[in-house]
């Protein structure tokens, strides 16, 4: 089909990274009629914040295509220093009928992704449809 690029703003890389997953999510189906029924518990290492946001934004790919998971809201804390990210995922079992279906995420790619943190936090990223 083609690639989405995404760009995300936030008070902080937090709210940059739980942007970046609403942002993702919303490609493939209503993130509002997530019900907060379930929760998941996460913590991801990275090597760099480029290749932290990967890891996250591939991990809700996962969890929704291998564990039929749709995420509806996080709570997620980034450590720059530590290049992590620890928190928790709220959301529900996957379901296309009442959730929806909008486009196939194939993947995320590093070709254009950019985190920047000079006022704030803003993100960009591309992802394979």
Known sequence: MGDAYIEVTGENISECFKGAAI???KL???IKKVELKERLTVEI???DLQNLLYKWLEFLIIKLTAEKFAAGDFDVQVDKKELSLKGKILGENY???KHGFRTEVKGI???LMEIN???GCKARFLVDL
Request: hydrophobic letters at 15%.
């Open 109 to 111: 790619t590093y070709h």
């Open 45 to 47: 290492n990275g090597y």
């Open 117 to 119: 943190e000079e006022k």
């Open 23 to 25: 942002g993702l999510l």
């Open 95 to 97: 379901s296309p009928k």
């Open 28 to 30: 493939v189906y209503n």
